[in-house]
């Protein structure tokens, strides 16, 4: 059984002031965290370091909810991930595959290669 939450570390304070809200993911008794784009200052927690900004609450609980579903549909396949595959997994479903990251890399290194080539003919197999 694997459960995500947000949390705010107070080590993890920021030169600025602010702290990142993290969101853990326990799984098969280990815990990794997913760093997320939102930060909070001091004013925005609890003396506990909850979060108590209503608006990013609801963002960071649909997250959260969403990241939820996401392990209800792996069903029994979940037993097969460590908790450092499902934090992967969780963090880049929605971003690029692996396979558009790569093929983008690959696009990049031969057109800069080849870029005084006017006519560049790819072949896929």
Avoid: W
């Avoid at 993290?22 to 927690?45: A, P």
């Avoid at 108590?52 to 939820?68: A, G, P, V, W």
Wanted: net charge positive; proline share 1%.
């Amino acid at each position: 059984m694997a459960t995500v939450s947000a949390k705010v570390y107070e080590h993890h304070k920021k030169k600025d002031g602010t702290y990142n809200v993290k969101i853990i993911i326990y799984h098969q008794d280990d815990r990794k965290h997913i760093d997320t784009t939102h930060f909070v200052s001091k004013r925005q927690l609890t003396p506990d370091f909850e979060i108590k900004d209503k608006f990013l609450n609801k963002i960071i609980e649909d997250t959260l909810n969403d990241h939820r579903t996401t392990i209800s549909t792996l069903g029994s396949k979940l037993k097969f991930f460590t908790c450092e595959e499902l934090r992967d997994y969780l963090r880049d479903k929605d971003g690029e595959s692996l396979f558009f990251k790569e093929a983008a890399a690959f696009n990049r290194l031969f057109f800069t290669q080849n870029r005084f080539n006017k006519y560049v003919t790819i072949t896929f197999f």
